[in-house]
Structure formats: structure tokens, C-alpha cells
């Protein structure tokens, strides 16, 4: 029999946050809201060339999400279902800007559901000041010194400037 309510209710924001926005944190934040722990669960995953490395990542969520006391930010390696179960959470939260996200999420979802019926993934729909905004795009603009301070915290444009500039010393095509 599957169980729908669970107390204390835990969802995950599983992603690549590469770097967090200020479109993640307007999911994040209403999460919050609704569930009584959120964890912001980022991904480390070998096969996507990141910009920051998880340990930078999970840092600036960190710094980020301070002022959320029922939000924790951790990294994970594995199947999302299986973190899931690790963590005892049960909702997966995403949050949905366009048509255009539609289809992967569905995917995403029905795969994660046929993969343990138990957990249930929600949608929020982005806030719209952000239905345009993306890590890629952030990244993009931060990289041609364009101003990215409407889309992300302060934290996160200093780290952005900082990781540009040192790649740039490396290697000046960059
Ligand atoms: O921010 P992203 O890159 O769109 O996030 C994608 C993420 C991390 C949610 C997704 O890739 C994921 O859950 N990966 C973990 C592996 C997994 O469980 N895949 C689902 C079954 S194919």
C-alpha cells in the first residue's frame, strides 16, 4: 500500500546548480515553505563538463540558502531514487520555466516513478521574472563580463568573476 503523507515531509531540489540562480533559489525558497525540510541535493556528475566543482557548488548553496533554516545542501553519486530512499525523502521538486522544460521532466518523473512508486515528483512553475533564466545563460553573460547581478546572489557573481579571471590566466581564449 502506498503511503502518501509522510512525517516529517522531506523533499529534494536535485540539480546541477551550476552555479545556483536566483531561479533555483525562488524554488528552493517556496519549498521551503511548503515541506518541513528541503534538501538541495547537487549532483555530481562526471559526464557534464561544470564550470565549478561540487565542492564550490555545494559552498555557494550553502551561503545561499543561510537564511533558510529548514533547507540543507549536500552533493550525491547515484541513482536520485536511491539518495532519495538514503535520505528518507519522498518528493522531488523541480521547478518548470517553459514548454520546453516539459518533456525531459516528464521523463525524468516517469522514469523515477516506475522506478520506486513511492515517491512523488511536484512541479512549480518558475516565478516569471525567471522563466528565461539558466545556469548556462548566467554563465554565458558572467564569461563576457556582461552584468549577471539581476540573476544571481552577490556570492555567487564574485565566485563567477573570480573563476573566469583564473581561467582566463590559464589559458586566454577561455
Ligand atoms: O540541473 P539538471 O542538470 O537539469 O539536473 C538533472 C538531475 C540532477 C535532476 C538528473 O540528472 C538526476 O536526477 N540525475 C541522477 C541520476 C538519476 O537518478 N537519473 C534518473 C534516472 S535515468
Redesign the pocket.
Same mark, same amino acid.
Do not use: W
Given at each position: 500500500m502506498k503511503k502518501i503523507k509522510h512525517e516529517p515531509s522531506v523533499a529534494v531540489c536535485?540539480?546541477?546548480f551550476d552555479p545556483v540562480t536566483y531561479g533555483h533559489l525562488d524554488i528552493v525558497s517556496r519549498a521551503a515553505e511548503v515541506f518541513d525540510k528541503v534538501i538541495v541535493a547537487v =549532483?555530481n556528475n562526471t559526464s557534464k563538463q561544470a564550470l565549478f566543482s561540487v565542492g564550490e557548488r555545494v559552498e555557494l548553496l550553502r551561503e545561499v540558502t543561510r537564511h533558510l533554516p529548514n533547507v540543507e545542501v549536500d552533493s550525491f553519486d547515484d =541513482?536520485?531514487?536511491n539518495y532519495m530512499k538514503d535520505k528518507k525523502a519522498h518528493v522531488i521538486v523541480k521547478g518548470l520555466r517553459a514548454v520546453s522544460d516539459f518533456e525531459y521532466e516528464l521523463q525524468?518523473a516517469s522514469?523515477?516513478r516506475k522506478l520506486d512508486e513511492e515517491i512523488e515528483t511536484f512541479f512549480m512553475m518558475s516565478s516569471n521574472q525567471y522563466s528565461y533564466l539558466s545556469s548556462s545563460v548566467v554563465k554565458q553573460i558572467a564569461r563576457f563580463k556582461g552584468p549577471v547581478n539581476d540573476l544571481v546572489p552577490e556570492a555567487v557573481e564574485k565566485a563567477l568573476d573570480a573563476k573566469f579571471a583564473a581561467l582566463q590566466k590559464i589559458s586566454p581564449l577561455v
Amino acid at each position: 500500500m502506498k503511503k502518501i503523507k509522510h512525517e516529517p515531509s522531506v523533499a529534494v531540489c536535485p540539480g546541477s546548480f551550476d552555479p545556483v540562480t536566483y531561479g533555483h533559489l525562488d524554488i528552493v525558497s517556496r519549498a521551503a515553505e511548503v515541506f518541513d525540510k528541503v534538501i538541495v541535493a547537487v =549532483l555530481n556528475n562526471t559526464s557534464k563538463q561544470a564550470l565549478f566543482s561540487v565542492g564550490e557548488r555545494v559552498e555557494l548553496l550553502r551561503e545561499v540558502t543561510r537564511h533558510l533554516p529548514n533547507v540543507e545542501v549536500d552533493s550525491f553519486d547515484d =541513482l536520485l531514487i536511491n539518495y532519495m530512499k538514503d535520505k528518507k525523502a519522498h518528493v522531488i521538486v523541480k521547478g518548470l520555466r517553459a514548454v520546453s522544460d516539459f518533456e525531459y521532466e516528464l521523463q525524468m518523473a516517469s522514469v523515477n516513478r516506475k522506478l520506486d512508486e513511492e515517491i512523488e515528483t511536484f512541479f512549480m512553475m518558475s516565478s516569471n521574472q525567471y522563466s528565461y533564466l539558466s545556469s548556462s545563460v548566467v554563465k554565458q553573460i558572467a564569461r563576457f563580463k556582461g552584468p549577471v547581478n539581476d540573476l544571481v546572489p552577490e556570492a555567487v557573481e564574485k565566485a563567477l568573476d573570480a573563476k573566469f579571471a583564473a581561467l582566463q590566466k590559464i589559458s586566454p581564449l577561455v
